[in-house]
């Protein structure tokens, strides 16, 4: 990590703000895009009477029930599973770090997909905390295998794609018991936002935001882990405390959007390294970059995804993929992934 004097520490304060509010209003245009156009296309005109005074038409109800919810769900989305992918980076100090490689997302997924099926009385009010200790439990055997994230990068990818095929086998086992729950299922697996109202964006948000206000908190905690656990265990970081601790804040926002979205693959593995790409000055500003990031690649995503094949949607875990994959591609041509150097 290099050191830089104050004076250019505050040259860059005003950067980094531009950068946020330029990736907010590219995130707003998009938006405003998806509030237009679909099976029924509204005008300037008539969106903005919708928006500013809702009648109970059936523009009102497009834009305030349809459209609104299901956009702000794909931002929130987005921005939690790249603050996700962040502290799971920050955390282990590896660039293939993620919600899909490290398991947290095939181990949330899971664990409601169980619930779904064998406790059909328990409320979904309940799916986000049985989505975090899911995500908790893929993730600690995920760690395990690749020696507490100091092994190699490519002891976690292994160690995540080994538990992540494990978790899918059972997930796909239990698929076959659920019977008449199948297609309802299979729906929500496919990933995306379709049909998704506002009760279930105030289900998630809360998961995502206490994510982001813990990371920002232990902010310094975060800048320390990036040098190396040696390094912040000498300047009196307490390990064997603020590793769960980062695990749970990283594991929060997936705990929130795995049952509203299902499974969303790259957000959280590429958003990361994009927000890096922008210099940012410290951990705080790379984390938001990241959030801000993963919910622009989100709300592009979904948008194409619905209006791409029009009247017909398209999952948007392809979408994602499709933008992700090239961009991660490029970026592992472009520089080195890895904190710090070789490992």
Same mark, same amino acid.
């Given at each position: ?53 809702? +009648? ?83 993730? =600690? ?69 206490? =994510? ?69 000055? +410290? ?18 995503? +979904? ?32 520089? +080195? ?7």
């Amino acid at each position: 990590m290099t050191s830089r004097s104050p004076a250019h520490k505050g040259s860059q304060g005003p950067r980094q703000i531009v950068l946020v509010l330029a990736l907010l209003f590219g995130a707003v245009l998009v938006a405003v895009a998806g509030l237009s156009l679909g099976t029924r296309t509204l005008g300037p005109a008539a969106l903005w009477t919708a928006l500013s005074s809702p +009648d109970g038409k059936i523009e009102s109800i497009l834009v305030w029930t349809l459209r609104l919810p299901r956009s702000l769900a794909a931002f929130v989305g987005g921005a939690g599973l790249g603050l996700s992918g962040y502290l799971l980076q920050s955390l282990t100090r590896n660039p293939l770090a993620g919600p899909a490689l490290t398991g947290v997302s095939a181990g949330a997924v899971a664990a409601i997909v169980c619930c779904f099926v064998f406790l059909p009385w328990l409320s979904s009010i309940f799916y986000p905390l049985i989505g975090m200790i899911g995500g908790l439990a893929a993730a =600690a055997v995920t760690f395990w295998i690749a020696r507490g994230g100091r092994g190699r990068p490519l002891h976690l990818a292994l160690g995540g794609i080994s538990v992540s095929l494990l978790l899918s086998a059972v997930t796909t086992y239990v698929l076959m018991l659920s019977g008449p729950q199948v297609p309802s299922l299979l729906f929500w697996l496919s990933g995306g936002f379709q049909g998704r109202s506002w009760t279930q964006l105030g289900y998630m948000a809360p998961w995502v935001a206490a =994510a982001f206000v813990g990371a920002l908190i232990c902010r310094r905690i975060i800048g320390l882990f990036l040098l190396s656990e040696q390094a912040a265990a000498g300047m009196g970081v307490n390990l064997a405390l603020w590793k769960p601790v980062l695990l749970v804040l990283a594991v929060l926002p997936v705990a929130g959007v795995a049952p509203v979205a299902g499974p969303v693959a790259f957000v959280g593995l590429a958003s990361p390294h994009l927000a890096r790409l922008l210099r940012p000055q +410290d951990p705080g500003w790379t984390l938001t970059f990241s959030a801000a990031i993963g919910g622009f690649i989100t709300l592009s995503a +979904d948008f194409v995804a619905r209006t791409v094949a029009l009247p017909r949607e398209l999952p948007i875990s392809i979408i994602a993929a499709l933008i992700g994959g090239p961009v991660f591609i490029y970026l592992t041509q472009r520089r +080195d992934l890895s904190f710090g150097g070789k490992r």
